[in-house]
């Protein structure tokens, strides 16, 4: 029977395979390694062998490309997340403001308020310090006062809805019934809306 030395390449190979197992110490360092080693493969083939679908075009490769004139490549998605909804919560109602109310009421006076003979210009010009800007310069300018069925208002105003810097309010006439929208600006309430119901 062959006596076995410490020389020759079977003594190499259970040297080096028998180190990680001498001490835990041993067995720690060679995971460690061992990690890197992998981690470092893991990113380095993908760069270097070149990511799937790719075709080489370098001088020397006989692969051709697969896009053609006039046909537009294809396009992966790689997202799996669902689409971000973005959601505002509802406005939160709100006490109606007695300032926002006189308003209305003032702007539906001014509105009424067009004798034989009046023009637009001088009709906007009453309804101006109750109505926001860019509706006095929009909506407004298109209207003609003499086909207006009312020429004053005959009962209180009624809040119809009130949010937070915002509120629908009903004015009586002795034309149609007029439903204001006033919002809460910098300047104080203003009208940006009517309609005529009735």
């Known amino acids: 029977m062959p006596i076995r030395t410490n020389r ?24 460690v390694i061992l990690a890197v080693v992998l981690t470092a493969l893991g990113i380095l083939l993908p760069k270097a062998i070149g990511k799937p679908g790719q075709t080489a075009t370098g001088p ?6 697969t896009s ?23 406005p939160s109602s709100a006490p109606p ?35 926001t800007e860019e509706y006095l310069a929009g909506e407004l300018t298109t209207v003609d006062p ?12 009624q809040v119809v809805s009130s949010l937070a810097g915002s509120m629908e309010v009903d004015v009586p006439t002795d034309g149609p019934k007029v439903r204001v929208t006033v919002v809460k600006t910098n300047p104080g309430w203003r009208v940006t809306k009517y309609t005529q119901a009735g």
């Open 68 to 90: 053609r004139p006039g046909v537009a490549a294809p396009v992966t998605v790689t997202s799996t997340l669902p689409p971000r909804l973005t959601t505002q919560p509802p």
């Open 8 to 31: 020759g390449r079977t003594a190499v190979y259970r040297r080096l395979w028998g180190w990680p197992l001498r001490s835990p110490r041993h067995l720690v360092g060679t995971l």
């Open 60 to 65: 020397g490769s006989s692969a051709t490309a």
């Open 97 to 131: 403001d007695q300032d926002g109310v006189r308003v209305a009421k003032e702007w539906v006076t001014a509105w009424a308020n067009h004798p034989d003979g009046t023009t637009t210009e001088q009709w906007l010009s009453g309804l101006k310090p109750y109505t």
């Open 146 to 157: 003499a086909n207006i069925k009312a020429t004053r208002v005959t009962g209180e105003p």
